[in-house]
């Protein structure tokens, strides 16, 4: 990941001025440690602070197309750079960058190129020919962007929301799958796939299909000049993530560079379920696994740094982050600079607990839907700036858009937890990968029931946190807290805790309003906490929460027929 920060429009091109955007640019110099760049003209800022992934030798930004009147500055990673500038052919690259084909596009295309873009980035572009400029955001929002407007008429763009909140108005997300032109002064939308609308689709489960186009997404994913890993936490997602890269790592430019035996990295409390399974893997897949151990004390001791970098006071996403932000740590002090990492999965296929309850197809469907619209603003800003902090890029296959594609065009039927036929949650990708002649995965890793993050590191950490809260937070404190914090109320003294410390960082209404609120069972959305009438009274976060799911005991046929129904 990179640090990217800009400055349009703005009516004060002095060298105070860039001295102030190169102050607030070091605040996301975590993003991207190896080198810094600044472009100045005629009132335009653009700032970056690069990890340098591909090309680390001649990949600084920002970027330029041949006679520099194209500006633009990457953070992110484009898989299928090669392949476009293989349609580029009048076009001179300088650079071997991935995101140098972004200027060149440009100028072939105009706004009007976005979605040829495979991968995961946020960008701003410069036309120095009217001082024009766009803005673009990945389909899912994998990467963080954020936009804001200030008082002098200067728009605002930054990877976080420490680089603008100092200095604009207002502010907000930076909607994924959008392109922000400045010729219209407003967003459009450039990913609109045919689930969006969330219309049921129909079309039949094919396994085979399935397996291909998800080893597709990790394949493209190895693209690196750098020591890299996989993230694995031994259940299903983060193990077929490992499994896959495992096997197609021998070959690649990474396995040249680096060795064809793959680096595992797991983290979690002592004697935790995360660990145990994690090692299993690694022992099956032979991995050079790491296993990094926590204490909650050490959780406790970090969450105000964790609460900074992350720029959410969710609890779920809280909770979840602080391990992921101490493993990164460890991660990067190995050398490692980028990592492998199963989020998202859960959101297509249905894989949270709650998902057992789903009355019919429809809202089973729809849910989904609403998952991946909301995931930028949970499992990918966790993702991200967890790892970002310490300057270690993750990579998510399964937010592929080809690949969600294929799994948002199956008959939701299919994604159903049927415990009759012996279907557990993500069974239709469990099955894809069950194959008995070259196994991915040992059976009962393949079959292993859903373990939210922040439960499978321990049980004892979510404790350790609602300990924590109540010796901070008083009752009488709780008993005004809908006056205190009018917007998102926090409902317990967990939630109450994580808001002071947000407000301590970020006090402004504007980045009050980039948290979701909402009641939550199990990660839910509200809306699915109409689907079991008993939920409204027991809303927590943890995958525990899912009364009586995660507990239950049902038996498990590992080989069940494919059936239609």
Same mark, same amino acid.
């Not at 990941?1 to 001025?17: E, F, N, R, W």
């Not at 909770?319 to 959101?347: C, N, Q, W, Y």
């Not at 990968?433 to 040992?442: Q, S």
């Given at each position: ?17 860039r001295a102030r955007v190169l102050e607030l640019s070091r605040r996301l110099k975590h993003r991207g440690p190896d080198w810094s760049g600044l472009y100045q003209r005629d009132g335009c800022f653009i700032a970056h602070q690069r990890l340098a992934i591909v090309d680390p030798a001649s990949g600084d930004q920002p970027l330029y197309n041949e006679d520099k009147t194209i500006v633009v500055a990457v953070n992110g990673e484009i898989y299928n750079h090669e392949d476009l500038r293989s349609h580029l052919p009048r076009h001179k690259f300088k650079t071997g960058s991935d995101c140098e084909v972004i200027a060149h596009l440009y100028e072939e295309y105009g706004e009007n190129f976005v979605n040829m873009l495979d991968g995961m980035f946020s960008f701003v572009l410069l036309d120095t020919h009217d001082n024009s400029f766009i803005s673009a ?39 994924? *799958? ?55 936490? *031994? ?104 990592? @492998?990492? *199963? ?66 065009? @199956? ?12 279907? @557990? ?19 009962? @890793? ?11 590191? *321990? ?107």
């Open positions: 990941m990179c640090g990217i920060l800009a400055v349009l429009g703005c009516s004060d091109d002095s060298q105070t001025k955001r990945d389909a899912i929002g994998i990467t963080p962007l954020y936009i804001g407007w200030a008082l002098d008429g200067s728009v605002w763009v930054s990877s976080e929301l420490k680089g603008l909140n100092d200095e604009c108005e207002h502010f907000e997300v930076f909607p994924p *799958g959008h392109l922000f032109s400045s010729k219209t002064g407003g967003f459009k939308r450039w990913y609109n796939p045919p689930w969006f609308n969330e219309t049921i689709p129909s079309a039949p489960y094919d396994p085979i299909a399935l397996r291909h186009a998800l080893e597709s997404a990790v394949i493209k994913r190895l693209m690196t000049d750098v020591p890299f890993g996989v993230l694995l936490s *031994g259940g299903l997602d983060s193990s077929l993530v490992a499994s896959i890269a495992a096997r197609h790592l021998s070959g690649t430019k990474a396995a040249k560079l680096w060795g064809a035996q793959l680096h595992s990295f797991s983290v979690g409390l002592e004697g935790s379920p995360d660990l145990k399974a994690a090692a299993e893997v690694a022992d099956c897949l032979g991995t050079v696994h790491h296993e990094f151990h926590f204490s909650v004390q050490d959780g406790i001791d970090a969450i105000e740094d964790v609460i900074y970098h992350i720029e959410t006071y969710d609890v779920t996403t809280v909770r979840a982050s602080t391990p992921m932000f101490l493993m990164a740590r460890k991660i990067k002090s190995l050398g490692v600079k980028m990592v @492998i990492s *199963g989020e998202g999965a859960d959101e297509i296929f249905g894989g949270y607990l709650y998902f057992h309850k789903a009355p019919n197809k429809e809202e089973f469907h729809r849910e989904t839907c609403r998952k991946i619209k909301a995931i930028h603003l949970y499992d990918c800003l966790r993702a991200n700036k967890s790892t970002s902090a310490w300057g270690v890029e993750a990579r998510v296959p399964f937010l592929d858009k080809e690949f969600i594609n294929v799994v948002m065009s @199956i008959d939701p039927e299919m994604k159903m937890i049927d415990t009759e036929k012996n279907r @557990i949650e993500k069974w239709i990708l469990r099955k894809a990968f069950d194959d008995e002649d070259h196994p991915y995965l040992p059976k009962h @890793i393949l079959y292993r029931q859903k373990e939210q993050f922040s439960d499978g590191v *321990g049980y004892s950490w979510i404790d350790g946190l609602k300990d924590h809260a109540e010796l901070h937070v008083t009752d009488k404190m709780m008993l005004n807290a809908s006056h205190i914090y009018p917007h998102n109320t926090p409902q317990t003294k967990e939630a109450y805790y994580y808001r002071m410390t947000f407000e301590q960082f970020f006090p402004q209404n504007s980045a009050i309003l980039t948290v979701p609120g909402g009641a939550s069972v199990a990660c839910s959305t509200a809306k699915a906490i109409e689907w079991d009438a008993a939920w409204s009274n027991h809303l927590d976060p943890s995958g525990r929460a899912a009364l009586g799911v995660h507990d239950s005991a049902y038996e498990v046929n590992h080989r069940p027929e494919v059936s239609a129904t």
